[in-house]
């Protein structure tokens, strides 16, 4: 139960769901959580003003090639500072 987010393991107890660790499935617990994560745009989250990326339509309107190492990079932070339940992320 300790690796679900705080307002979730709230919901569930609302609801009457069992918070055994049967309860929920953690794999897909952290999909969901960084599917939220690396859709939101950075400065559109009230809980920090770093979570989310930057507006990535900048790497994709030139002629030439992405940045993709600043994109990489921002990936990274991402995942590193705000899902502590990935140890060790890497994107290779």
């Not at 393991?9 to 953690?26: E, N, Y």
């Not at 952290?30 to 920090?48: A, H, P």
């Not at 990535?56 to 590193?80: C, K, M, V, W, Y």
């Amino acid at each position: 139960m300790a690796n679900e987010r705080l307002l979730k393991r709230l919901g569930m107890w609302q609801q009457g769901k069992k918070t055994g660790p049967d309860s929920f499935d953690l794999v897909d617990s952290i999909l969901f959580d960084l599917t939220k994560l690396l859709n939101s745009q950075r400065g559109n989250v009230l809980v920090d003003e770093e979570m989310g990326l930057s507006d990535l339509r900048s790497l994709f309107n030139g002629h030439g090639s992405p940045d993709l190492d600043a994109l990489e990079q921002q990936l990274l932070f991402q995942i590193t500072e705000f899902e502590p339940r990935i140890v060790s992320p890497s994107l290779t």
